[in-house]
Structures are given as C-alpha cells and as structure tokens.
C-alpha cells in the first residue's frame, strides 16, 4: 500500500519561503513521475511541478523560477522548494505519483492528504 505523506506547509508572509516534504511509504524509484499539484478555494486542482524518475521536471508557468521539485531516493521523499511566495500560491499543496503496472496494463495513480500553505501580503 502506497502512502504519501506530506509536511512543510504553514503560513508565511509574502517574499518568504517554504519547503514541502512528500515522503512514500515505498520506494519512490518505483515510481514513474512525482508532483505537486495546488487547489485554492473555489479553484480547480493545478500541477504546480513535477518529476520524472530520470530528473527531468516540469513546472507550471506562474511558478518556474521561484519554485524547485527534487527527489531524494535515498530517503524515499519529494521536495518542493518555495521562494519569493505570494498571496495567490495560497492553497492546499498535494502530493502526487504514478507508476505504469505491465502486470496489469495500467497507470496507478496516488496522493497524499494535502498541506496548506497560507501567503500572507
């Protein structure tokens, strides 16, 4: 059984930073892609950034030069770095991978229960 567990978030002011943890209860090798996804209140749920086993990351545009996905295997955990944070990154953050099963010819999907992160102006 997959679990992610997430941690790091908390109310920051405007310009500061955060980290996020997301570390799996396996190995996150086993794993074909991690990331981080956000939903504000009343929004949808958005990819922020993602990871593939091989390091190749992705990051949406309203983030890319301020936020940075990593992964540690060693210590089965995703990271998301967060700086220069503003008002409108506010929003639960999740965790989230995917693995493909050619046992069984489909893509397993999983998440963690979700961190808030509060950016006060």
């Known amino acids: 059984q997959v679990q992610l567990v997430e941690s790091g978030g908390g109310l920051v002011q405007a310009g500061g930073s955060l980290r996020l943890s997301c570390a799996d209860s396996?190995?996150?090798?086993?794993?074909?892609?991690m990331a981080w996804y956000r939903q504000a209140p009343g929004k949808q749920r958005e990819l922020v950034a993602s990871?593939?086993?091989?390091?190749?990351?992705n990051y949406a545009d309203s983030v890319k030069g301020r936020f940075t996905i990593s992964r540690d295997n060693a210590k089965n955990t995703v990271y998301l770095q967060m700086s220069g944070l503003k008002p409108e990154d506010t929003a639960v953050y999740y965790c989230?991978?995917?693995?493909?099963?050619?046992?069984?010819?489909?893509?397993?999907?999983?998440w963690g229960q979700g961190t808030q992160v509060t950016v006060s102006s």
């Open positions: 990871i593939t086993r091989g390091d190749s990351t």
């Open positions: 989230n991978a995917d693995r493909w099963s050619t046992s069984l010819n489909r893509r397993y999907y999983y």
């Open positions: 396996r190995s996150i090798f086993s794993m074909d892609n």
